[in-house]
């Protein structure tokens, strides 16, 4: 149909979003071969909205800038660090991200990950499965939730999901963020430096970007100490891998558990050869259930869009409707 607004795909084709896109837009999926630039030039300049299926997938300016219509860009996930947000707010483009659908999974993954770094879990199960349980018992876990305190960096909707599940297992909960919030009773830190000498484990559920970029540095993993534990479900810019390797290998701080890497999906060897840490391959919000959730949303948006109904989730930096440009 002629006058169905066309949309823009940056990322993996989805089933379920290309087939409600099909139904509903005149849809564009852009390849990721060298023939990209030729279709957004062919395009780019009637597409009206676009939808980013994956934080390994970038829309930056040089790609907005193609697209002089567009009004909206749909991402897939709760981080949009991959949007380049300044140049939508600059040009008033919304962008809407897919929070609160994965909120449960995510806080259920970050416990996993949390209680498989501090009772080893998967190198006991490595140890069984090598036939080891024949000749000894595995030995004790030197560290327990038991006596520990974790400090949350970050206290979004996330954050405060894997603090009510903290507080079930009995464990202190502290937190940092740029803010206090208003409806917690945890203890706030507004220096991150301060809250890792308090506490032994740091729970990392902030949002990517320039902002947080190596905010668990040196200096934070020393203030942890040998007992500390870093549980990074977040983002993989958020740690100076560089100084984790070293603390690792140092002994600085006892064990990380990771579920996000700055290079996705490569991760750094050093990490690799790392018995005494557990890594996930992102897996945050990685059930069929939730991802299928996350992928109606983003159609959702784009359906409300073209409807001209209000939007469901668009980010704080870019209210619907957008600002106009002075």
Not at 3 to 9: G, N
Request: charged letters at 25%; glycine letters at 8%.
């Amino acid at each position: 149909m002629a006058d169905r607004a066309e949309v823009l795909l940056i990322g993996v084709p989805k089933k379920l979003i290309v087939n409600e896109l099909k139904a509903n837009f005149t849809l564009h999926v852009l390849p990721k071969d060298d023939t990209a630039g030729a279709m957004l030039a062919e395009v780019g300049p009637r597409v009206r909205a676009a939808a980013v299926t994956g934080a390994p997938d970038r829309m930056m300016g040089d790609v907005m800038a193609r697209c002089p219509k567009l009004e909206i860009v749909s991402s897939f996930g709760v981080g949009y660090d991959n949007i380049d947000l300044k140049y939508a707010v600059e040009h008033s483009i919304v962008v809407c991200n897919t929070p609160e659908v994965l909120t449960e999974e995510v806080a259920d993954t970050a416990l996993g990950l949390l209680l498989c770094t501090v009772r080893e879990f998967p190198q006991a199960e490595r140890f069984l499965r090598a036939g080891k349980w024949n000749q000894a018992q595995y030995p004790l876990s030197k560290t327990t939730l038991r006596n520990r305190t974790v400090g949350m960096v970050g206290l979004g909707r996330i954050g405060k999901a894997i603090a009510r599940r903290l507080e079930g297992f009995g464990v202190p909960v502290t937190y940092h963020s740029r803010k206090p919030a208003a409806d917690v009773s945890y203890r706030y830190y507004p220096k991150l430096i301060d809250m890792a000498r308090d506490v032994d484990t740091l729970m990392l559920i902030t949002p990517g970007g320039p902002e947080t970029k190596h905010l668990v540095n040196a200096e934070v993993l020393d203030a942890l100490g040998p007992n500390g534990i870093v549980i990074n479900m977040s983002r993989g810019t958020v740690v100076d891998d560089a100084a984790l390797i070293k603390a690792l290998k140092d002994r600085k701080i006892h064990s990380a558990g990771l579920d996000v890497f700055l290079n996705e999906p490569e991760v750094p060897k050093e990490y690799l050869e790392m018995d005494h840490i557990v890594l996930f391959p992102h897996l945050g919000s990685a059930t069929v259930y939730t991802r299928q959730k996350m992928e109606q949303l983003v159609v959702d948006n784009l359906l409300a869009w073209g409807a001209g109904k209000p939007l469901l989730t668009p980010v704080p930096e870019t209210p619907w409707p957008p600002k106009t440009q002075t």
